[in-house]
């Protein structure tokens, strides 16, 4: 069993930063998948961005490359989302999760959930 706790939300500015953080509960952090997933105003959740267990590999959606970045430290049991240059489209509910199985942008393959944290970029 995981439990993912997130914190970071805010509002912010178009144009400006925020970090995103999750906190995992357990002791095999490191062999768990972890992402992150948004839900935006009147829209479906949608994956933004995932990092293998070994923090090798990471998975970005299109609209987001180069301006965020996911990290995780597993002497921690965290995981970060720094996201840059925000725009209003960026504002949305933003949710921790984490897999058993390899990097995915689906949201079937996650198995464990954080109830999420608000983010708001004004224009």
């Known amino acids: 069993q995981v439990q993912l706790v997130e914190s970071g939300g805010g509002l912010v500015q178009a144009g400006g930063s925020l970090r995103l953080s999750c906190a995992a509960s357990?002791?095999?952090?490191?062999?768990?998948?972890m992402g992150w997933f948004r839900r935006g105003p009147g829209k479906e959740r949608e994956f933004v961005a995932a990092?293998?267990?070994?923090?090798?590999?990471?998975y970005y959606v299109d609209s987001v490359k180069g301006r965020f970045s996911i990290s995780r430290d597993n002497a921690k049991n965290t995981v970060s989302l720094q996201m840059n240059s925000l725009r209003p489209e960026d504002t949305a509910v933003y949710y921790c999760?984490?897999?058993?199985?390899?990097?995915?942008?689906?949201?079937?393959?996650?198995?464990?959930w954080g109830q999420g944290t608000q983010v708001t970029v004004s224009s």
């Open positions: 357990g002791r095999t952090f490191s062999s768990y998948m």
């Open positions: 990092i293998r267990g070994d923090a090798i590999s990471t």
């Open positions: 999760a984490a897999a058993r199985g390899g990097i995915s942008n689906n949201l079937r393959d996650y198995d464990y």
